[in-house]
C-alpha cells in the first residue's frame, strides 16, 4: 500500500481561478499519461519542467478540463517519488472530474497526510520535521510561522541529534571501560559521563523552559473577555479584531451566545472569546449564554476583565473577582472617557498583582498598553527572536520530560559511585526517549495516529 500510487485535491475546496492534483508514487507519471493530451507524452518529458494540455476521458475522448502538468522525478520530491501536479480550473465540478479520471486510471484516493507521510517513511524528513508541517499550515502569526519554519528545516532535529550523538559517546565509552577495565581510571569516566549528562541535561532544560512559548505560538492562548453586560466587552473584541464581529447597543444582554475570533497581538495568536455579560437573569436565553460564559472561564489561559469606569461596582463584579482567583486575568477598566465612579483601589484589593489597563473602546484608546500587557505577562514583553527552537508538540514536550528525568537518574548514580553498567541503563532510556521525538524509535501506531491529524493532498 505504501508503494502504490496516490492522489487527492490539494488546494482548498470551492471556487478559485487554479486547482491542484496531487499524484505520488513510481507510477504516476504513466497513471497521469493516460488521461493527458500535449504535445509530448509526460514519460518522455525532462523532470521538473511544466507541460500545457488537456485531460480526457481515454475511452471517449471527451474533455474534461484544460490543465498545466508539473512532472517532477524521483528523488527530487517531496516524497521521494515521481510526483505529478495537475493545474486545472478551479471549480467543484471540473477538479472533481480531473480527480475521478485520475482515480480511475491507477491511482487511489490518498489518506489524510500520506504525502507528507511518505516524505518521512522515504527518509527525506524526520519525525519532528514533518509534524511541524502541519504547524506551518496551522500558524495564525508571522512568529508561529516562523518558529514552524525553523523546525521544517530541521532546527529542532539537529539539536536533538546532537543530543543523542553525546548520549552515544558517553554509552561508547561505558562499552571500552567494561571490556577493557584495566585500562580505566575511575574518576576519568564519571567526569565524562557527568560533562556529557549535565551538557544534555542543560539542552534540554533550555529547550522545556521555552515550550509554554512554543506551544502559545502554536496554539494560540484561549482569552475569555468576560464581565458585566454592557461594560463593552463586545466593543473591545471588535478594536481588537478591527472589525465589526460583535453587535453592540446600549442594551444589556445583547450578547447572548459565544462569539470566537483569531487575532493577531504582537505576534502570539489570541483566540478571542466574547461572551455573553453574566449576571442573574430571568430571560431564559440570556441564562444559557451566561452558562455557556461560566464554562468558558474555567477553561480560558487568559481572562479579560472588563469593568465600567463610569459606574460604581457591583454584586457580580465581585461575584467574578471570586471566581478569577489564581488566573490569568488583566483587568481592562473600560469607557475612561467618562467620568469615573469606579472605585479602582477596592478593584485592586480583589485582585492585587494583576494588570490594570485603562481603555476607551469607543475611541479606541489604551487597546495598544493593552496589548503589551498581554506580551508581558505571557513572554515577558517579547518572544525570544534570537532562538526559534522552540518545542511546542504536546509529544515532543512529554518525550523531553521523560529524557530529562532519565538524565537525572544517571547523574544520581554518578554521583552516588554506582557501577557504570547501571548508569548506563539510564542513558539509553534517554538516548531512546529522544530518537522518539525525530521518529527514530517510534511505533508504526503512533506514527499512523500523527499522519491522521493531516489534511487530505497534504
Given amino acids: ?91 467543484l465540478q471540473s477538479v472533481q472530474r480531473v480527480l475521478e479520471l485520475i482515480l480511475a486510471n491507477g491511482a487511489r484516493l490518498a489518506e489524510p497526510g500520506e504525502f507528507t507521510k ?19 499550515i496551522r500558524a495564525k502569526t508571522d512568529r508561529a510561522m516562523k518558529v514552524a519554519m525553523a523546525q521544517v528545516e530541521g532546527k529542532l532535529s539537529k539539536l536533538i541529534r546532537e ?37 544534555v541535561k542543560a539542552a534540554i532544560g533550555v529547550l522545556l523552559r521555552t515550550a509554554k512559548q512554543g506551544k502559545i505560538l502554536r496554539e494560540g492562548l484561549s482569552t475569555a473577555i468576560v464581565g458585566r453586560p454592557n461594560v463593552g466587552k463586545s466593543s473591545l473584541l471588535n478594536s481588537l479584531v478591527q472589525e465589526e464581529k460583535a453587535i453592540v447597543t446600549d442594551v444589556a444582554g445583547t450578547t447572548r451566545d459565544v462569539i470566537e475570533e483569531y487575532v493577531n497581538v504582537r505576534g502570539v495568536p489570541l483566540r478571542l472569546i466574547d461572551t455573553a455579560g453574566i ?48 488566573m490569568n486575568v488583566i483587568i481592562i477598566v473600560n469607557k475612561f472617557d467618562l467620568p469615573q465612579k469606579i472605585d479602582l483601589e477596592e478593584v485592586k484589593k480583589h485582585l492585587p498583582n494583576q ?15 493593552l496589548e503589551e500587557a498581554i506580551a508581558q505577562l505571557f513572554f515577558s514583553g517579547r518572544v525570544q527572536q534570537e532562538d526559534l527552537t522552540y518545542v511546542s508538540n504536546a509529544r515532543h514536550i512529554h518525550l523531553l520530560r521523560l529524557a530529562e528525568t532519565a538524565i537525572d537518574d544517571a547523574i544520581i548514580g554518578i554521583e552516588g559511585q554506582m ?8 542513558i539509553k532510556k534517554a538516548w531512546e526517549l529522544l530518537g522518539e521525538v525525530i521518529g527514530e524509535s517510534v511505533g508504526e501506531d503512533l506514527i499512523d495516529q500523527i499522519f491522521s491529524q493531516f489534511c487530505l493532498g497534504k
Avoid: W
Avoid at 52 to 76: C, F, N, W
Avoid at 355 to 369: C, F, K, N, Q, Y
Avoid at 419 to 426: F, G, H, L, T
Fill in 1 to 91: 500500500m505504501e508503494l502504490d500510487t496516490i492522489a487527492a485535491i490539494a488546494t482548498p475546496l470551492g471556487e478559485g481561478g487554479i486547482a491542484i492534483i496531487r499524484v505520488s508514487g513510481n507510477d504516476s507519471i504513466a497513471v497521469v499519461d493516460k488521461v493527458f493530451r500535449g504535445k509530448e507524452k509526460l514519460s518522455t518529458v525532462d523532470s521538473h519542467t511544466i507541460h500545457y494540455g488537456k485531460i480526457i476521458h481515454p475511452q471517449t475522448g471527451e474533455v474534461a478540463d484544460e490543465t498545466l502538468v508539473s512532472v517532477m522525478r524521483a528523488p527530487r520530491t517531496f516524497t521521494r517519488e515521481n510526483v505529478v501536479e495537475v493545474n486545472c480550473h478551479g471549480g
Fill in 355 to 369: 494588570p490594570l489597563v485603562m481603555t476607551s473602546a469607543r475611541e479606541e484608546r489604551g487597546i495598544d498598553l
Fill in 419 to 426: 557501577p557504570v553498567d547501571m548508569v548506563q541503563i539510564d
Fill in 279 to 326: 449576571r442573574d437573569t430571568e430571560d431564559i436565553v440570556e441564562k444559557i449564554g451566561v452558562e455557556k460564559s461560566r464554562k468558558i472561564l474555567q477553561q480560558a489561559d487568559l481572562v479579560l476583565l472588563v469593568l465600567n469606569y463610569n459606574e460604581p461596582l457591583q454584586d457580580d463584579d465581585y461575584a467574578l473577582f471570586e471566581a478569577l482567583q489564581g
Fill in 163 to 199: 543530543l543523542r550523538q553525546n548520549l552515544i559517546e558517553a554509552m561508547a565509552h561505558i562499552e571500552v571501560t567494561l571490556d577493557y577495565p584495566e585500562h580505566d581510571v575511575e574518576s576519568v569516566t564519571q567526569n565524562l559521563l557527568r560533562t556529557k549528562c549535565e551538557e
Fill in 118 to 136: 511518505r516524505a518521512f517513511l522515504n527518509g527525506r524528513i524526520d519525525l519532528s520535521q514533518a509534524e511541524a508541517v502541519i504547524d506551518l
